[in-house]
C-alpha cells in the first residue's frame, strides 16, 4: 500500500515539494555555517519525495536539543504550522486522510529535526 501511496504523493506534489526542499538545502550549503541546515532540508527532501512507509526516530543529546531549539524558534513553528494546516486541509475528505497523515508526520519532524532518524519499516 505504502508503493501506491508513495506514487500517488510524488506525482501530485511530492516531487515538487521534494525538488525545492533539496534547492533549499544546496543554498544552505553554499555556508559553512549553514550545512548542518542544509543537511535538515536534505532530510525533508527525503521525506517530501515519499514519506509512505516511513518513520522517523527521534533521539540525540545536549546538542541536538539547543540545535533544535533555534532551529525551532527561527524555522521551526512556521514549517510546522504550514504542514500542519495542510495535513489539516486533506484531512477534511475521506481521500486525502492518509496524505494529511504524513503532512502531520512532516510536521512532527520540521518541529525538531536535529538527532533524528528516517528508518524504513518495510
Excluded: D, R
Excluded at 24 to 47: E, R
Excluded at 69 to 87: D, K, N, R
Excluded at 90 to 117: N, W
Amino acid at each position: 500500500m505504502s508503493f501506491f501511496g508513495n506514487i500517488i504523493w510524488f506525482i501530485f506534489g511530492g516531487f515538487l515539494s521534494g525538488l525545492l526542499w533539496a534547492g533549499a538545502g544546496v543554498v544552505w550549503c553554499i555556508s559553512i555555517i549553514g550545512i548542518p541546515y542544509g543537511i535538515q532540508c536534505f532530510k525533508f527532501a527525503l521525506m517530501s519525495f515519499c514519506p509512505f512507509g516511513k518513520e522517523v526516530e527521534y533521539g540525540g543529546g545536549a546538542v541536538s536539543f539547543i540545535v533544535n531549539v533555534i532551529w525551532f524558534l527561527f524555522f521551526g513553528i512556521w514549517m510546522a504550522l504550514a504542514h500542519f494546516f495542510m495535513g489539516c486541509i486533506l484531512c477534511m475528505t475521506i481521500i486525502g486522510i492518509p496524505f494529511g497523515i504524513q503532512f502531520f508526520k512532516i510536521a512532527k519532524l520540521s518541529l525538531a529535526p536535529f538527532g533524528t532518524v528516517i528508518v524504513s519499516c518495510i
